[in-house]
């Protein structure tokens, strides 16, 4: 099983800057994935960001051109930044890994973090 700690959330006013981190530790055989989701009040989860084991990223329009996902692979950490918050980014963020784990048998599943709160207000 991949345990996942998060860091970086917190109380940031409109047009700010946050980085999230997320480290993934366990016995992992191979990430296929990570990324970053969020759930504001109200509202489903959606998926901000990912990025997988090749490089290629994927982001929510709402996101796109303002954040950034990387990954640090000797870390196993993933990142989202951006300096550019909205009003509208005020969510829990949540990280989430694809990962196959050492074996036999190589299990994979999704793994995902506690959440961390992030709220944009001035």
């Known amino acids: 099983q991949v345990q996942l700690v998060e860091s970086g959330g917190g109380l940031v006013q409109p047009g700010g800057s946050l980085r999230l981190s997320c480290t993934a530790s366990?016995?992992?055989?191979?990430?296929?994935?990570m990324g970053w989701y969020r759930q504001a009040p109200g509202k489903e989860r959606e998926m901000v960001a990912t990025?997988?084991?090749?490089?290629?990223?994927n982001y929510a329009d709402s996101v796109k051109g303002r954040f950034t996902v990387s990954r640090d692979r000797t870390k196993n950490t993933v990142y989202l930044s951006t300096d550019s918050l909205k009003p509208e980014d005020t969510a829990v963020y949540y990280c989430n890994v694809y990962a196959v784990m050492t074996g036999p048998p190589y299990r994979h599943d999704a793994y995902w973090g506690q959440g961390t709160q992030v709220t944009v207000s001035s």
């Open positions: 990025i997988n084991n090749g490089g290629a990223v």
């Open positions: 366990g016995s992992i055989f191979m990430i296929v994935a």
